[in-house]
């Protein structure tokens, strides 16, 4: 999102971030359905409806947020937000995970 803030200022230049942008997005849901089932392998329908609501209610509150934003500061800010936030949240992901592993070694030792 960040770089068609910085370099998206041509048609063709914001086409090719966006062409590569939907080409990365594509493997996020069926990476996360994938995580989600992972977690929850005796009970998948409450899994999937539960990945389903939540995927949902990110949907509705990054609208609401990024409405929020554009008043505030207008449309580019959006942009900015998002690469922010693509930068931050894979971090976080990592050390959920690390924690999340090294819980389920302490609850195997006990």
């Known amino acids: ?23 990365a997005y594509d493997a996020v849901p069926v990476t996360f ?11 998948t329908e409450a899994a999937s409806s539960l990945y389903v609501s939540m995927f949902n209610l990110s949907i509705a509150l990054g609208a609401f947020a990024g409405g929020l934003a554009v008043d505030a500061a207008g449309p580019v800010s ?11 949240v894979p971090p976080l992901v990592m050390a959920a995970r690390r924690f999340r592993v090294s819980r389920e070694i302490d609850l ?3």
């Open 108 to 110: 195997v030792k006990s």
């Open 33 to 43: 359905q994938t995580w989600i089932l992972d977690a929850a392998p005796t009970a």
């Open 78 to 88: 959006v942009l900015w937000i998002g690469g922010v936030l693509t930068v931050l």
């Open 1 to 23: 999102m960040a770089a068609v803030a910085i370099g998206g200022h041509d048609v063709r230049s914001a086409a090719v971030v966006l062409v590569v942008w939907g080409l």
